[in-house]
């Protein structure tokens, strides 16, 4: 995961819309450099206003047991995408999905 794009790690988190600044405003492209940023940082170069993004983001750049657990699967939406990528009836990614069940595809 440390190798991985800021920009994929927001995604998976549904936060891309904060990539921009990340790249931009913080100099963050991929995850490992995240381990430098504080809360601080997040609301007041980044702009990341809401507690709650805040302390999400920071769960999971602290490595957060429950944070990594929930990063760990893909929702059926991002499971979609990324099949849909390969596959390209829909039909055929909606037998897939319901083979595969919820929760249970990782990105990894």
């Known amino acids: 995961m440390k190798d ?3 920009y994929e ?3 998976r988190l549904n936060m891309q819309q904060w990539a921009p600044k990340f790249k931009k405003d913080l100099g963050i492209n991929r ?6 940023i504080d809360d601080k940082q997040l609301k007041e170069t980044a702009k990341v206003e809401a507690l709650t993004d805040r302390k999400r983001l920071l769960d999971m750049i602290k490595g957060e047991d429950a944070s990594k657990n929930l990063f ?3 929702t ?4 979609r995408s990324l099949i849909r990528s390969h596959i390209s ?6 037998k897939l999905l319901d083979l595969i069940g919820e929760e249970k595809m990782t990105g990894y």
């Not at 995850?31 to 430098?36: G, N, P």
């Not at 009836?89 to 909606?94: P, Y």
């Open 72 to 74: 760990k699967y893909q």
């Open 89 to 94: 009836s829909v039909d055929d990614t909606n």
């Open 9 to 11: 790690w927001l995604r």
């Open 31 to 36: 995850v490992t450099d995240l381990r430098f």
């Open 76 to 79: 059926r939406s991002q499971a």
């Open 4 to 6: 991985m794009s800021v």
